[in-house]
T-cell receptor, first 112, second 112 residues
Framework: GQQLNQSPQSMFIQEGEDVSMNCTSSSIFNTWLWYKQDPGEGPVLLIALYKAGELTSNGRLTAQFGITRKDSFLNISASIPSDVGIYFCAGQLRGSNYKLTFGKGTLLTVNP | SQTIHQWPATLVQPVGSPLSLECTVEGTSNPNLYWYRQAAGRGLQLLFYSVGIGQISSEVPQNLSASRPQDRQFILSSKKLLLSDSGFYLC???????????FGPGTRLTVT
């Protein structure tokens, strides 16, 4: 199936630092979504993007839908310990009704 | 507001035993429903999705089956569990013709 390449796989940062992660694909996506998963829980939707070039913020989080429609990035500013978790990108492929393609996740560790 | 429930939260079952996991959604009608499995390696694998009562699409040939007996109820089953069925099972829903998936709290299944 289609692959989303999410990087980095893991990050270890100090509290207060900014974080950036991204997802790329060789295919065109109509929608990009970013999720956060805490240990033992279901993923929670953070940001949804619908148009190429769209830049959307949710508190300290900012995500962008790439101009080529083949990538997206998520930035977290001024990280805090509760930002720890796994962040997933997901996209809806053009022509793929009802289903999302997920990246393999970025494990974020924040050292206080 | 909408709520998604899954039960049980955890389950330990012997190899060869049957399985039934349940997912229900409240506060919406005609949702699309999804079953995912998440192995220890973090990736989300789509198992089944449903766009209506009795309509099930299978993504991966396997030892599992799904049913949707009611509009907001989605059940994941197996007649005989395998060790490889262990994992974290997540149910998700979307509004009709929307891409934002909302996940339940998950069921941790351990097959011994």
């Amino acid at each position: 199936g289609q692959q989303l390449n999410q990087s980095p796989q893991s990050m270890f940062i100090q509290e207060g630092e900014d974080v950036s992660m991204n997802c790329t694909s060789s295919s065109i996506f109509n929608t990009w979504l970013w999720y956060k998963q805490d240990p033992g829980e279901g993923p929670v939707l953070l940001i949804a993007l619908y148009k190429a070039g769209e830049l959307t913020s949710n508190g300290r989080l900012t995500a962008q839908f790439g101009i080529t429609r083949k990538d997206s990035f998520l930035n977290i500013s001024a990280s805090i310990p509760s930002d720890v978790g796994i962040y997933f990108c997901a996209g809806q492929l053009r022509g793929s009704n009802y289903k999302l393609t997920f990246g393999k996740g970025t494990l974020l560790t924040v050292n206080p | 507001s909408q709520t998604i429930h899954q039960w049980p939260a955890t389950l330990v079952q012997p190899v060869g035993s049957p399985l039934s996991l349940e997912c229900t959604v409240e506060g919406t009608s005609n949702p699309n429903l999804y079953w995912y499995r998440q192995a220890a390696g973090r990736g989300l694998q789509l198992l089944f999705y449903s766009v209506g009562i009795g309509q099930i699409s299978s993504e991966v040939p396997q030892n599992l089956s799904a049913s949707r007996p009611q509009d907001r109820q989605f059940i994941l089953s197996s007649k005989k569990l395998l060790l490889s069925d262990s994992g974290f099972y997540l149910c998700a829903w979307t509004r009709r013709d929307a891409n934002e998936q909302y996940f339940g709290p998950g069921t941790r299944l351990t097959v011994t």
